[in-house]
């Protein structure tokens, strides 16, 4: 069974662009989260889609956004990027469905480095 | 709320020496406890979770762990460190029931010394 995809695994922008980040979750799986890890802050929960619908959102200004596409697949988008957001950006899946013991299966990340 | 609270951001001990990585969390409610690893340039790796059931744990690569509710702790530990486990090293809480949302500790980096 393949396991989580994330597309690009290393990019580089300028302050003030804007970003598409990807992953494929594991088949089978309906749930994706993303988190944001940095140095300073570790590990931090943006959002959850389940099912196309977000289900959670964390702590996270409005620049930050993400979709679920019907194939479970998702994006995130980060927009006018600051420096404050070089960051590796984890996207894990999970079968989501209510009662499931919640493992999350991690991908191995997209490294973002904002100059 | 949940937190987790992770003791000691660096750990280091000598190969063939016994592992003990710290973990206490905070939960209004019983949660579900994991340790992830994480190699260099990679993503979260499951080691163990407690889910319910016995509170004794047992993971991949000799790693075990105790979940013990009086003291909310659910520390890691490795009766023999080898080389190939110099890692950072992450505890998260997840609530029974809803979102899939994990809350990590801060993690701890561990280093083996020859």
């Known amino acids: 069974k393949a396991g989580v995809t994330q597309t690009p695994r290393y990019l580089i922008k300028t302050r003030g662009q804007q970003v598409t980040l990807s992953c494929s979750p594991i088949?089978?799986?309906?749930?994706v989260s993303w988190y944001q890890q940095t140095p300073g802050q570790g590990l931090q929960f943006l959002f959850e889609?389940?099912?196309?619908?977000?289900?959670n959102k964390g702590n996270f200004p409005g620049r930050f956004s993400g979709r679920q596409f019907s194939n479970s697949r998702s994006e995130m988008n980060v927009s006018t990027l600051e420096l404050g957001d070089s960051a590796l950006y984890l996207c894990?899946?999970?079968?989501?469905?209510?009662?499931?013991?919640?493992?999350?299966?991690f991908g191995e990340g997209s490294r973002l480095t904002v100059l | 709320a949940q937190s987790v609270t992770q003791l000691g951001s660096h750990v280091s001990v000598s190969e063939g020496a016994l592992v003990l990585l710290r973990c206490n969390y905070s939960?209004?409610?019983?949660?579900?406890l994991f340790w992830y690893v994480q190699y260099p340039n990679q993503g979260l790796q499951l080691l163990l979770k407690?889910?319910?059931?016995?509170?004794l744990v047992k993971g991949i690569n000799g790693f075990e762990a105790e979940f013990k509710k009086s003291e909310t702790s659910f520390h890691l530990t490795k009766p023999s460190a080898h080389m190939s486990d110099a890692a950072e090293y992450f505890c998260?809480?997840?609530?029974?029931?809803?979102?899939?949302?994990?809350?990590f500790g801060q993690g701890t980096r561990l280093t083996i010394n020859p």
């Open positions: 894990a899946s999970s079968l989501g469905s209510g009662g499931n013991t919640g493992e999350l299966f």
């Open positions: 088949s089978g799986h309906r749930s």
């Open positions: 889609y389940f099912s196309e619908t977000q289900r």
């Open positions: 939960s209004s409610v019983p949660p579900y």
């Open positions: 407690y889910t319910t059931g016995a509170t």
């Open positions: 998260a809480v997840r609530r029974i029931q809803g979102a899939q949302k994990l809350v």
